[in-house]
Structures are given as structure tokens and as C-alpha cells.
């Protein structure tokens, strides 16, 4: 089955700063790659998703990219604010019916 | 409003002793999940359904029953809950190829 990896477990960074965080996934059949924030006591929320026919997609602060050659994803945060400070997991699937998750970063903002 | 309805959303049990953790979504969403979320293992997935009548063990489904006699609920049983499945478990909803939406979490403590 898929098997995702996440690193780094931690990441603290000063406010401003950009911060990138990265998964590589196993199965070449993989093609939907979310990117999930979690907030200390809540629920898991899509920030941003990439599919396999795109390379890069960006949404304002945040931008995800993907090189299914190497079959690895990153997620990258810029100008990063208090708020952004949570656990984020990446995840992989085939479409969206089993998705597998990466252990997850807990990113500190540091003001 | 479209949700993801879990319960309870804490509960204590004492070992062997069979419970029911209820999920509903409000969203005819054909795909249904539930994970359960340890530290420093982020999210697996225990099992999973694609359509009512239909389902699949996921990474850890040892312990567990799921049923789908209805579109929008997905129970997760335990039908003799043991210490080690002390966790915080959640409930997910999704179209195919979109994004998942979680329920609020459900805290079990098991002694």
C-alpha cells in the first residue's frame, strides 16, 4: 500500500519568514495530494490540494508543488503570521479513496 | 449547514466493553472514513467505504467494525474495546476527488 512521509516532525520559524515542509509518497499511482491543517483541539481542514497533472498551485501565502518523477510534494508558507502556527499533515491517494497520511509538522511561529 | 456529525465526542470505557461511536454527514458524500490520531503517528485510517454497502479495512483495522446501511452514517464499533485503542478518533466525508471533510473528533479513553 501507500506509504507517505513527512519531515520535519518540528519546524519553528520568526514570523515573516517562509516555511516549507515536505512528503514523498511510495505508490506512482497516487494522484491527489491534500494538504491538512490542524489546530490545537480541532479537527483536521484542507488548506490546499495538488493533482498529478499540475506541478504547482498556489493560493495566496500558500503554495503546494509536486514532481511525481521523484514522487515527492512540498508544502510551502510565506510571509508566515501567529496563526499560522498548527500540526500539518500532507496525505496521498488514489482518487481520494484511501487517503494516507504523513505523522505530521507541528510549525511554530515564532513573533 | 454541511457538517460531519460525530458521538459522542468523549467517552471513558472500561476494557470489554462493546461501544458505538456514531458519524454522520449531511453532504451525500459517497466516501466515508474513519482514522484515529496518536501522537507522533498522525492520522491512519481504520476503514473506509465508498457507497452504502461497501466497505474496506484501511491500515488498522484490528478491533474494529464499520456497517453502511445508509448514505450518510458510518458507526465505527468496538466490540471489545482494549487499552491500546485509547485514541482520538475522527470521522471523514468526501465526493471522489474532493476534499475530505472531518468530524469534530471523539476522545476515547479505555481503562
Known amino acids: 500500500g501507500e506509504n507517505v512521509e513527512q519531515h520535519p516532525s518540528t519546524l519553528s520559524v520568526q514570523e515573516g519568514d517562509s516555511a516549507v515542509i515536505k512528503c514523498t509518497y511510495s505508490d506512482s499511482a497516487s494522484n491527489y495530494f491534500p494538504w491538512y491543517k490542524q489546530e490545537l483541539g480541532k479537527r483536521p481542514q484542507l488548506i490546499i490540494d495538488i493533482r498529478s497533472n499540475v506541478g504547482e498551485k498556489k493560493d495566496q501565502r500558500i503554495a503546494v508543488t509536486l514532481n511525481k518523477t521523484a514522487k515527492h510534494f512540498s508544502l510551502h508558507i510565506t510571509e508566515t503570521q501567529p496563526e499560522d502556527s498548527a500540526v500539518y499533515f500532507c496525505a496521498a491517494s488514489i482518487r481520494n479513496e484511501k487517503l494516507t497520511f504523513g505523522t505530521g509538522t507541528r510549525l511554530t511561529i515564532i513573533p | 449547514e454541511a457538517q460531519v456529525t460525530q458521538n459522542p465526542r468523549y467517552l471513558i470505557t472500561v476494557t470489554g466493553k462493546k461501544l458505538t461511536v456514531t458519524c454522520s454527514q449531511n453532504?451525500?458524500?459517497?466516501?466515508m472514513s474513519w482514522y484515529r490520531q496518536d501522537p507522533g503517528l498522525g492520522l491512519r485510517q481504520i476503514y473506509y467505504?465508498?457507497?452504502?454497502?461497501?466497505?474496506d479495512k484501511g491500515d488498522v483495522p484490528e478491533g474494529y467494525k464499520v456497517s453502511r446501511k445508509e448514505k450518510r452514517n458510518f458507526p465505527l464499533i468496538l466490540e471489545s474495546p482494549s487499552p491500546n485503542q485509547t485514541s482520538l478518533y475522527f470521522c471523514?466525508?468526501?465526493?471522489?476527488?474532493?476534499?475530505?471533510?472531518f468530524g469534530q473528533g471523539t476522545r476515547l479513553t479505555v481503562v
Open positions: 467505504s465508498m457507497n452504502v454497502e461497501v466497505t
Open positions: 453532504m451525500n458524500h459517497e466516501y
Open positions: 471523514a466525508s468526501s465526493h471522489r476527488d474532493t476534499e475530505a471533510f
